[in-house]
């Protein structure tokens, strides 16, 4: 009955905290993205400062899109009164910077790769960043070309840290980014390409068998005294 019950939990937990995880993590992108929005412009029927935000997105893509000579001359204004303020424009070039970088980049996060580290005798999951640029190039290597190889720690995607890597050591690996994102987010426990749902039932199985023997072990003891 115990093993039934907690097989039923294990279970349980499975199926709802992805569901409650994610419905938190949107739950609180929406209210902090309306309380900012609705502090500015108090509108109260609900979902109206995400609403807003989407429409001023959309308004400002298609100002851009289509009057762009009248946007490059608003922006490059904007980015001259910007760049004469010392704080703002480290703030405002880092931000623009990043943003180019994750929205118009075709290579970032794109494909995943092996690379030998910590050391040559063990193969690590990254994933391919741009290319070196011309200024960082010259000091890897004048003889090979090398790739810049971003490592996530596991279990926090949002940290890591970029390693150059010469581009013959690193193998490019035929799984989705997805496919591995979950490996590393789980610690290796969700492999690439693996039935989860047959993984875990090896598991509950091998768990009932332990049990089972560790129960006659007691049993035996019993009897022995």
């Known amino acids: 009955m115990m093993n039934r019950l907690s097989h039923y939990f294990i279970n349980g937990l499975i199926v709802l905290v992805p569901i409650v995880i994610t419905y938190f993590v949107i739950a609180t992108v929406f209210a ?14 609900p979902g109206a400062g995400v609403a807003l935000l989407i429409i001023v997105i959309l308004v400002a893509g298609w100002i851009t899109s289509t009057w762009t000579w009248a946007s490059q001359r608003i922006i490059s204004y904007f980015e001259t009164v ?14 623009k910077r990043v943003s180019t970088m ?7 996060f794109s494909q995943v790769v092996l690379i030998p580290y910590p050391h040559p005798n063990v193969k690590t999951i990254g994933f391919l960043m741009p290319k070196p640029s011309s200024l960082l190039a010259p000091y890897l290597s004048k003889d090979e070309e090398y790739e810049s190889v971003f490592l996530p720690w596991s279990l926090n995607m949002t940290s890591g840290f970029n ?19 979950q490996y590393i987010l789980t610690a290796g426990g969700v492999m690439p390409g693996a039935d989860v749902k047959a993984d875990l039932a090896k598991i ?10 560790q129960q006659e072990k007691n049993m035996d003891s019993v009897e022995n005294k």
């Open 32 to 45: 902090l993205v309306e309380g900012i929005v609705e502090s500015y412009i108090p509108l109260k029927f």
């Open 102 to 108: 994750l929205f118009e980049s075709k290579t970032m």
């Open 204 to 213: 509950q199985e091998v768990k009932e068998k332990m049990e089972k023997a």
């Open 163 to 181: 390693v150059f890597v010469p581009k013959k050591d690193i193998i490019y690996v035929d799984i989705s980014v997805e496919d591995a994102f």
């Open 82 to 95: 910007v760049d004469k303020i010392p704080v703002v424009k480290f703030i405002y070039n880092s931000v």
